[in-house]
């Protein structure tokens, strides 16, 4: 991954030599040369990374690459730190022969000598890439867990055998997904050897594919089930026909055992006959994309964690050979050891290899017990029977594009068992220089589409979706998190480094071992922050949320390489004018009990900044002239009074705007019209220091008045009456509309044919509607899939004509709570209650008392 590094420095150059003439004046030819010598590296580096696996000479020799890239990036950023604060605070500008000489000195002794020795041993470098082929037959020889350990997950197994038995019209395809490591080969083993299997299909053929496949083995496998006759000698072509012919009749089950990639199907399927409807294939994988490439009209089966029960009776089947036998004094600590595993299966039977250990060679097995229930990750890490938790992670890490490593590995930054918010995730990326720039996309785009095949992968879980599709939040295995740490550690990429710090101020390791670590996460108090930042000048990004300031810790400023900046505090009302001095900054989030939040500088100056975020009602006090915010992309929330048209000229790519305040002044504003490249909308009335409920918008602006291209709208606290709705209604572009806290009020709202044409998702909280009623012909919300009511105490009933619609609902209410829909629903209710749709599509409704 030494080419990502290389990539971020040669951006920082870019960006050192197009915006700070004045820092770097006299140095600039040595820039560029460097420039150039470094595309050189990127080039090489990418070509050898397609060419060849990676062997351990290849991996040595990039993170000496890599290394020597930190080495320029340090040398270069800190002549610019010591630059700026010359400029900054005296006047005095960079001594221009020394940067020169810096440069120089990089480039002749570090670089050019490094890329020389690697183009040498790259050359000369001979890596063997023929797979070994195994038997793809045999069930019994790849499962991790042996027969008399398939324990739990009976439920997941009746679901499946139950999909098996469905009627088709043609070849079914039914997969199976989940983490490295969860067992979907066990899941897979426990059904082939299901009586209800051997009963039902007459045919049972068990194939292994693996990532290293051999497609003629995999019709051999087929067709040793119907023939003894040697076929060795065959083409594939020839084989695949057979295999389609002798599957062309009859019932048959084929169990494909752990599918790398969508292509390997691709092949494999070519073989099989798609008009037997009769015929079943099961899939476990590793990639969503693989099952959804099987069969697009059935969701994929994404397999769960075991629960504690089930991972207590796996653990005890591991270490004693049977369920029930644990002597009294062991069973607290092992159930504690158990839940510790977080249902995951393979970190279970890790960690009983290691408790049997403990019981044949120690004699106070109790307190060695203790030890591993105070530190299972550490005793998972170190287990050395085959590194079976490493060496099956690292199967998935090691196939993943060059480009996504980094970004992988990074999720080991964040706290055990932490619900990542996505958006805070992909700017993180950003700032630490993760994701290229592709044509055609925004960064956040590409760091989008990294998340989302990070989730496909299944080495990222999501818990929370946004309505239009997207991922809220995500979390990743505690198992998986131990990996990323430890791949990501000095020793092997120096990506980072978790560093502790005592309760007087000490930090775990010395200040010399942590000039050499690239990242640090920090577990430190408030009154110990002016340490890091007089230690750590070259900063990138300072996130350090979870604590509160009680004021803006303007020092920083100084800090002039940061990217990324979330602070929180109780009262924070004022952003310092100094702010400017952080010329590389991309996003600032600013958590504040405060109403109102003072811009003091003129932030559309900052080239770099992309995003700036907070709730309180932003107060733009510096405003100047001409476009130079083109890069802001986010801005929330601005007050009112700020919503001209001088600001909106200077930030024209605006993606995401937030407005707080007394909303009044907005219906007669044009400027949001000008903004044809914003997609998602907040309007909170904030009528302070009246109550809002007292000072009630009275209408919506013109649907000419709103941005021409609209996706996503939210109101709250705007009091509105129903008949406004209509207004919403003409926005074409509109999907996603959601009404919190009294953004509506009245007894009846009465919606006429013809608007929401693109509407797909709705929510309304807080209302006191009580009768929702449709008039007129023609299609009401035609694209509607998905609607929210929540705090809706008082309405009686849904639109007959959405409830037609409804496939899949979610009731989230107390028995005795009188549901809002008819009773047609209510019966069906009793019928499906509980049950998960497997086909695609569908209009859900979601019916719950409480906050979102």
Not at 16 to 44: H, P, R, T, W, Y
Not at 111 to 137: G, Y
Not at 144 to 149: C, Q, S, V, W
């Amino acid at each position: 991954m030494a080419e990502a590094a290389v990539t971020f420095l040669l951006e920082n150059l870019q960006q050192l030599v197009a915006d700070q003439v004045s820092l770097i004046s006299g140095a600039q030819n040595e820039l560029e040369q460097l420039q150039n010598e470094l595309d050189l590296m990127k080039s090489f580096l990418e070509d050898s990374a397609s060419k060849r696996e990676k062997g351990e000479v290849f991996k040595t020799l990039e993170k000496q690459i890599r290394e020597i890239v930190y080495s320029a990036e340090d040398t270069i950023d800190t002549c610019v730190s010591q630059a700026a604060a010359g400029w900054v605070k005296r006047n005095i500008k960079l001594n221009r022969l020394s940067l020169a000489k810096e440069v120089q000195s990089l480039r002749e002794e570090k670089v050019k000598p490094a890329f020389n020795e690697a183009r040498m041993k790259f050359a000369t470098l001979q890596i063997a890439d023929a797979p070994t082929l195994q038997d793809t037959s045999d069930p019994r020889k790849i499962s991790l867990l042996t027969e008399k350990k398939i324990v739990g997950l009976d439920d997941e197994a009746d679901k499946i055998i139950k999909y098996l038995n469905e009627d088709s019209k043609e070849l079914e395809v039914i997969s199976i997904i989940g983490m490295p490591g969860l067992g979907k080969t066990t899941l897979a083993l426990k059904i082939y050897r299901d009586s209800r299997i051997q009963y039902e299909f007459p045919t049972i053929i068990w194939v292994y594919v693996s990532e290293e496949y051999n497609k003629k083995d995999i019709f051999l496998t087929i067709l040793k089930k119907f023939t003894q006759q040697d076929m060795s000698r065959k083409s594939e072509e020839e084989l695949a026909q057979q295999v389609k012919e002798y599957l062309s009749t009859g019932k048959f089950l084929i169990i494909m055992d752990d599918v790398w990639t969508p292509d390997a199907w691709d092949q494999i399927q070519a073989a099989l006959p798609k008009s037997n409807r009769y015929g079943k294939i099961l899939i476990t994988s590793r990639y969503e994309n693989v099952a959804w490439r099987a069969n697009r009209d059935r969701v994929p089966h994404r397999l769960r964690f075991l629960n504690q029960d089930e991972s207590w009776e796996l653990l005890q089947l591991e270490v004693f050979g049977k369920e029930g036998v644990c002597p009294p004094e062991l069973e607290i600590t092992g159930k504690l050891i158990a839940e510790q595993c977080d249902g995951l299966p393979l970190a279970i039977v890790v960690i009983g290899g290691i408790l049997v250990d403990k019981l044949s060679s120690v004699t106070d097995t109790k307190t060695e017990w203790k030890k591993v229930s105070d530190s299972v990750q550490t005793y998972i890490s170190n287990d050395d029977k085959n590194k079976r938790m490493e060496n099956i992670i690292s199967l998935s890490y090691n196939k993943l594009p060059y480009e996504l490593r980094d970004c992988f590995l990074y999720l080991g930054m964040f706290p055990e068992d932490y619900e990542i918010p996505a958006w805070k995730l992909i700017r993180l990326w950003i700032a630490e220089g993760f994701v290229k720039q592709k044509p055609g996309k925004s960064l956040e785009d590409n760091a989008e589409d990294i998340l989302k095949e990070l989730v496909n992968r299944n080495l990222v879980m999501v818990d929370k979706m946004k309505p239009e599709g997207e991922v809220k939040t995500c979390h990743v295995h505690d198992m998986i998190r131990e990996f990323c740490k430890r791949e990501a550690a000095l020793k092997n990429q120096n990506l980072f480094e978790e560093i502790k710090m005592s309760t007087d101020g000490v930090f775990e390791s010395n200040i010399s071992e942590m000039q050499k670590f690239r990242r640090l996460y920090i577990t430190l108090a408030p009154e110990h922050i002016p340490y890091i930042i007089d230690t750590f000048n070259l900063l990138r990004v300072f996130d350090v949320n979870p604590i509160r300031f009680k004021r803006f810790p303007t020092k920083i400023t100084e800090l002039v390489h940061l990217r990324y900046i979330a602070l929180s505090g109780d009262d924070f009302k004022v952003l310092p004018k100094d702010i400017l001095n952080l010329w590389n900054l991309q996003t600032i989030i600013i958590n504040t009990n405060s109403r109102t939040f003072e811009i003091k500088a003129d932030i559309l100056k900052m080239m770099q900044l992309r995003h700036l975020k907070t709730k309180a009602a932003i107060i733009l006090t510096k405003q100047g002239e001409g476009k130079t915010g083109v890069n802001l992309q986010t801005l929330t929330r601005l007050s009112p009074q700020c919503c001209t048209e001088q600001v909106f000229d200077r930030a024209p790519n605006l993606k995401t705007l937030g407005i707080r305040g007394q909303l009044l002044s907005l219906l007669d504003n044009k400027s949001l019209a000008n903004l044809g490249r914003l997609q998602k909308l907040k309007l909170v009335n904030d009528a302070f220091p009246r109550v809002a409920s007292e000072n009630p918008l009275q209408a919506l602006p013109q649907p000419d008045r709103f941005p021409p291209n609209l996706r996503i709208l939210t109101l709250s606290s705007t009091f509105l009456d129903w008949k406004h709705m209509s207004v919403l209604g003409m926005l074409n572009a509109l999907e996603v509309l959601k009404l919190k806290e009294n953004a509506f009020m009245g007894k009846c709202w009465e919606v006429v044919a013809g608007g929401f044409n693109s509407l797909e998702f709705m929510y309304i909280a807080r209302t006191d509607l009580q009768l929702w009623t449709v008039s007129g012909k023609g299609d009401h919300f035609p694209k509607l899939r998905c609607l929210v009511l929540k705090n809706c105490e008082k309405l009686h009933e849904v639109p007959t004509c959405l409830v037609e619609n409804f496939r899949h609902w979610t009731w989230n209410v107390s028995p005795n709570t009188q549901l809002p829909v008819p009773g047609k629903i209510e019966q069906e209710k009793q019928m499906k209650y509980g049950e998960q749709s497997t086909r695609r599509g569908g209009f859900k409704l979601i019916i719950a008392p409480g906050d979102e």
